[in-house]
């Protein structure tokens, strides 16, 4: 069973930064790593919007309301994802959700979503 946990939401001020986990995890001790990573969020009311993409080949993409604010990464060992949030503004306020395209070796690529984390900024 793949499964993918996000941590680090939390109550900021605008202006303020917080950097969201996408930690990856394999119940059966295999070995796994996360090739695509996205990030979504979802506001009250509002649909599910593509934040962040980092590619298989590392290449990036962002939406232009989080360009050159936000960025996407991985560890080296493709365990865990992250979105570093900078200069947050109220309209960030959201969950954000972690969706990774996660190898084994066993079941080849699994598209796995996560249970979402808040991100609440206060103007």
């Known amino acids: 069973q793949v499964q993918v946990v996000e941590s680090g939401g939390d109550s900021v001020q605008a202006g303020g930064s917080l950097t969201l986990s996408c930690a990856a995890s394999?119940?059966?001790?295999?070995?796994?790593?996360?090739?695509?990573l996205d990030w979504y969020r979802q506001a009250p009311g509002k649909q599910r919007e593509l934040v962040a993409r980092?590619?298989?080949?590392?290449?990036?993409e962002y939406a232009d309301f989080v360009q050159g604010r936000f960025a996407i990464s991985r560890n080296n060992h493709k365990t865990t994802g992250f979105l570093q949030m900078n200069n947050l503004k109220f309209e960030d306020t959201a969950v954000y959700y972690c969706?990774?395209?996660?190898?084994?070796?066993?079941?080849?690529?699994?598209?796995?979503w996560g249970q979402g984390t808040q991100v609440t900024v206060s103007s």
């Open positions: 394999i119940t059966s001790g295999s070995i796994f790593r996360i090739n695509r």
């Open positions: 980092l590619t298989d080949g590392g290449i990036t």
């Open positions: 969706n990774a395209g996660v190898w084994t070796p066993i079941t080849g690529t699994n598209n796995v």
